[in-house]
């Protein structure tokens, strides 16, 4: 009996071992339940102590409170996750990771550390997102001679329903914490945001005194303004009893939040209502060399407003380093060029039917920008597949999710009329991305 007891306890734990972030991700009827239940919406209950960030603790302590709310509340975090990207393979030779991944360990922020010692990028993460979205271009900083450093934006990490218990001002103390600690860490530093992250780094570097060890700022897809104008709405709606979600979707994707609440849409209404073409225009900007990847098509923000941002910062006369700008553009170049005049830094790519290294791709997605076409989660031959815009129409989600041939780009009207369209979650000019920020940093550090 007691031999028998032991097979069953040691087959038991065989098969929970078994489980990994991967497991369901290609199962359809797993998934549309998951939808429906909200299995992974909802964080643990589990408190955790908040750190103080005013008194600027050591980035390692940072890492292990960030560390500790991600195993407190999020249901997946002991998951094992073999996700193995170019970054975790760096932070393993350091021994910042084990050999075997938890979901955890990929969620968490992390220190890159560069043997020079003596400059850093700091990496700041966007809406529903997680350090995980960095871990190509973390690579890539490495390799350029930095230490990369990311940072957990309170709310994140955990599941969807955490972004109903966090405030602006904890997302504004993270930033300040971030940015004051990296600089005073390091004698060169490059602040970079992506989404709402740059929105937050942005924020910070006008409204604050900068530090003098900051060189550049690099924001790739900038939350600038929203392609829905609505948006100031979201914190009155959230108040309304009930009246919770905007996108109720699986949350399948270990390592960012599918489900949206109205919580969120607020704070992210109140991080870019701080870079509006008002605020801009009144704002004393800082003398640096600005670098922005922006697609044409993108429909989570407006890429008029981010030409905007582009126009109003680049003023070589009045800030020399404004003459190191450079602005990525994804789209029709005479679009970025009529706006910001022929003069203005740009380097425009456009995706053409049937040919490389777009092929069957129709345009770049938001979400797209900052991942390489390696990425073993997000890249072309990865697994996961967005199919967030089909959320009301469960026919059309499970074709996306199961159909071998489907459309790829971003989530526009004029995309999903075409048919099943999964939105792309990778950068097919990502090689040609790598060389604009090479050069880029060249001109930072002449």
């Known amino acids: 009996m007691r031999l028998l007891l032991c097979f069953l306890l040691g087959l038991t734990s065989t098969l929970s071992w078994a489980q990994t972030c991967l497991s369901h991700i290609d199962d359809i009827d797993y998934i549309m339940t998951a939808k429906k239940d909200g299995t992974f919406r909802f964080a643990k209950k589990t408190k955790v102590q908040t750190l103080e960030l005013d008194s ?84 890539f900083f490495y390799r350029q001679g930095f230490t990369v450093r990311t940072v957990l934006l309170p709310g994140h990490g955990s599941a969807a329903s955490d972004l109903q218990e966090v405030s602006f001002k904890q997302w504004q103390a993270l930033a300040n914490y971030a940015i004051a600690r990296t600089s005073k860490d390091f004698e060169q530093v490059i ?83 701080r870079i509006d073409s008002e605020h801009l225009a009144k704002a004393n900007l800082p003398n640096l060399p600005l670098f922005i990847v922006q697609s044409e098509v993108d429909t989570t923000i407006d890429a008029q407003a981010t030409l905007a941002l582009a126009k109003a910062w680049y003023n070589p006369q009045a800030r020399p380093n404004s003459d190191k700008d450079m602005l990525v553009y994804y789209g029709n170049p005479q679009t970025a060029t009529d706006y910001l005049g022929k003069d203005f830094p740009l380097h425009s790519y456009a995706c053409q039917a049937n040919q490389p290294p777009c092929n069957k791709i129709l345009d770049l997605s938001h979400v797209s920008v900052i991942n390489a076409p390696n990425h073993p989660y997000y890249g072309a031959q990865g697994r996961y597949r967005n199919c967030g815009s089909y959320l009301e129409d469960d026919k059309a989600y499970r074709q996306c999710k199961t159909q071998p041939q489907v459309l790829i780009g971003e989530r526009s009207a004029a995309n999903l009329a075409k048919g099943p369209l999964k939105r792309l979650t990778y950068n097919p000019f990502y090689a040609e991305l790598e060389r604009d920020m090479r050069t880029f940093l060249e001109r930072v550090h002449e």
């Open 191 to 273: 602040i970079g945001g992506y989404s709402t992250g740059a929105a937050l780094a942005l924020a910070n570097l006008i409204e604050r005194p900068v530090p003098r060890q900051v060189r550049a700022l690099m924001l790739w897809s900038p939350a600038t303004e929203p392609h829905n104008k609505q948006g100031w709405l979201a914190k009155w709606i959230d108040r309304i009893p009930f009246v919770n979600w905007i996108d109720k979707d699986a949350d399948i994707d270990f390592a960012k939040y599918e489900s949206f609440p109205f919580a969120a849409a607020s704070l992210a209404h109140e991080a870019m209502r």
């Open 56 to 139: 600027l603790p050591p980035f390692s302590t940072y890492l292990s409170s960030a560390r500790e709310w991600i195993d407190t509340r999020n249901p997946r975090a002991n998951l094992p996750c073999p996700v193995h990207t170019e970054t975790v393979k760096l932070l393993q030779a350091q021994g910042s990771l084990e050999a075997d991944l938890t979901v955890s360990d990929l969620l968490s922020p992390f220190e890159l550390r560069h043997p020079n010692g003596n400059k850093a990028v700091l990496l700041l993460h966007g809406l529903t997102d997680s350090p995980f979205s960095y871990h190509s271009l973390a690579a």
